[in-house]
């Protein structure tokens, strides 16, 4: 198993750019989580899904859409490209939610310039 | 809404010691889990262990464990005999049993050095 994947590993942006995170998991997991990770301070949720076709926000979900087609993919949209959306973006799976440990990928270094 | 803090930015240990890393949180559930995840230089997080908040045994995993405080909401991550590969952030996470949708809250995280 790959587990979860991430692409682009990094992108430099111009600001109003639109572009898609990629994020992939093969362990038939239900819930996704996509992260963003500021520096010096912790990860904050953007949105989540508990299933392909059910998505919600999060704390931070401002700037950001997600769509949740099937399973295994759950891509996170920026549009409109800000500074303030300069950030290492985590997309995360697990089984269930509760105590189920969080599979997270390698992240995606987004720097909007 | 629930809150982590994590009051020590950085700490560090000599290589064999012992350290206790902090952390505090706040929320009015009862049922929740508690997590503690290691993130080297290479931006990986990787989970070190958690506590289910309706345990009354504290968690531990080889050479990590914690000291779980339900009442005073504190939940302490124990490293004993550090080791270089230890050197790494620490975030502690809060999750709500209810579910679980909404996700991880962390804290800012702690910087672990190992001095050898």
């Known amino acids: 198993n790959a587990g979860v994947t991430q692409t682009p590993k990094f992108r430099i942006l111009k600001i109003g750019q639109s572009m898609t995170l990629q994020c992939t998991q093969d362990m038939n997991h239900n819930y996704m989580y996509w992260y963003r990770q500021d520096p010096g301070m912790g990860l904050k949720l953007i949105y989540y899904s508990v299933g392909a076709g059910i998505t919600d926000k999060g704390e931070v979900p401002n700037g950001y859409n997600v769509s949740r087609s099937t399973t295994e993919d759950f891509p996170l949209r920026l549009e409109l490209a800000a500074p303030s959306q300069t950030s290492v973006y985590f997309c995360?799976?697990?089984?269930?939610?509760?105590?189920?440990?969080?599979?997270f990928g390698p992240g995606t270094r987004l720097l909007v310039l | 809404a629930q809150t982590v803090t994590q009051s020590q930015p950085e700490m560090s240990v000599q290589e064999a010691e012992t350290v206790t890393l902090s952390c505090t949180y706040d929320t009015s559930e009862s049922d929740y889990y508690l997590f503690w995840y290691k993130q080297p230089p290479s931006r990986q997080m990787i989970l070190v262990i958690r506590?289910?908040?309706?345990?009354?045994q504290n968690a531990t995993e080889n050479r990590f464990s914690v000291n779980f405080q339900k009442a005073a909401k504190s939940f302490s991550l124990k490293i004993s005999d550090s080791q270089l590969g230890d050197a790494a952030m620490y975030f502690c996470?809060?999750?709500?049993?209810?579910?679980?949708?909404?996700?991880?809250?962390f804290g800012k995280g702690t910087h672990l050095i190992i001095q050898p």
């Open positions: 996470a809060y999750m709500y049993s209810g579910g679980g949708a909404d996700g991880l809250t």
């Open positions: 506590q289910e908040a309706y345990k009354q």
């Open positions: 995360a799976s697990s089984y269930w939610g509760g105590k189920e440990t969080q599979y």
